[in-house]
């Protein structure tokens, strides 16, 4: 098996996944995973279907999203998702989603508070607004690059749709629905015109705690793993 086999497979079947889920429709969206021990990542190519994706198309890039393997175009955001592995060495997967109800708080521009002690858990203290720039450009890098240090799991890009990330592929499926989940009740609760509450800061406090300690660990054993390949 080449080096970079598994976790090309591993983007395929996730992407599936989350077309069979209803996450991603048609083209949209883009995920990728984290070369183990190396400043690499695999990502899906540019608007292509994701039930016809195998393997051999998804891109394989470094830092400077020079393409190591793959003979198809890599995403737009290509340069996005480096961003991210570059400043995050907890995150090991991403997935940018167009999703329906995280989508609609993009056009309004409203970010999600401390809803539910497992929102914080594991999305962070609140979901934040990333502002608006053109898709797949330095502008959109910069901007994600400047807000994402604060360790939460999950962002609205303005007018565009969703950024989740996760120390796992698996856990970032988790995260794209705990955030839709959130998205939604959110969206009803402000219908209501009533007073949405907030889970106390305390309990909100030790739950990203929690996270922060997952992350930190996750981070330690991707530096060590890029150590022992150097």
Request: proline share 5%; glycine share 6%; aromatic share 8%.
């Amino acid at each position: 098996m080449a080096p970079f086999d598994t976790f090309r497979e591993q983007v395929v079947a996730t992407a599936r996944l989350l077309v069979e889920k209803g996450i991603l429709k048609g083209t949209g969206g883009n995920l990728s995973v984290r070369i183990e021990g190396q400043p690499a990542f695999a990502i899906t190519p540019s608007n292509y279907d994701y039930m016809q994706m195998t393997p051999a198309d998804v891109c394989v890039l470094d830092w400077q999203a020079k393409v190591l393997e793959g003979t198809m175009k890599p995403s737009v955001e290509s340069g996005m998702h480096a961003a991210v592995y570059q400043n995050r060495p907890d995150v090991n997967a991403i997935i940018h989603t167009h999703q329906v109800y995280c989508s609609t708080l993009a056009l309004i521009g409203a970010s999600i508070p401390a809803l539910f002690d497992e929102q914080v858990r594991f999305l962070g203290r609140s979901v934040e607004i990333i502002p608006y720039a053109p898709s797949g450009t330095v502008f959109l890098r910069r901007n994600v690059r400047s807000r994402i240090r604060n360790g939460h799991n999950a962002y609205i890009l303005q007018n565009h749709g969703a950024l989740v990330l996760g120390p796992n592929i698996e856990r970032a499926v988790f995260n794209v629905e705990l955030l839709e989940k959130c998205a939604f009740t959110y969206l009803l609760a402000l219908c209501t015109e009533h007073e949405v509450t907030r889970i106390p800061l305390v309990a909100r406090e030790i739950a990203f705690a929690k996270l922060r300690e997952d992350e930190k660990r996750y981070a330690v054993r991707n530096m060590e793993g890029a150590t022992r390949n150097t």
